[in-house]
């Protein structure tokens, strides 16, 4: 499957990964986010803007997730926690832009 990364710089890559893996670690793997809580869903620095077409598509956030994007100042409507997505074939061709950072 391919997923659509935005970078902070406004660069533009397209990346193939495998059904299964969690956005997160795909991203970090690539220097695109630090993740430096490991996926504890306590750090934020996973998070990423979903475009809107896929965002509406995502199972809805956890209460520790949806806790910690309140407590962000750099959230859009859009954002999520990338290690709490786990790709699967429905999010084939996501877009995404790596959130600002805090
Ligand atoms: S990696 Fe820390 S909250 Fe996602």
Do not use: W
């Not at 956005?23 to 979903?50: H, I, K, N, P």
């Not at 859009?78 to 699967?88: A, E, F, G, N, W």
Request: proline share 3%; net charge negative.
């Amino acid at each position: 499957m391919k997923i659509h990364v935005k970078d902070r710089n406004g660069h533009d890559e397209i990346i193939e990964c495998d059904a299964g893996n969690l956005l997160m670690r795909v991203l970090a793997e690539r220097d695109f986010v630090d993740a430096t809580c490991g996926g504890e869903c306590s750090c934020g620095t996973c998070q990423v803007y979903v475009g809107t077409d896929h965002f509406a598509r995502l199972s809805a956030p956890g209460e520790f997730e949806r806790e910690l994007l309140e407590g962000l100042t750099n959230t859009q409507p859009t954002s999520r926690l990338s290690c709490q997505i786990t790709l699967d074939g429905d999010l084939d061709g996501l877009t995404l832009e790596i959130a600002k950072p805090e």
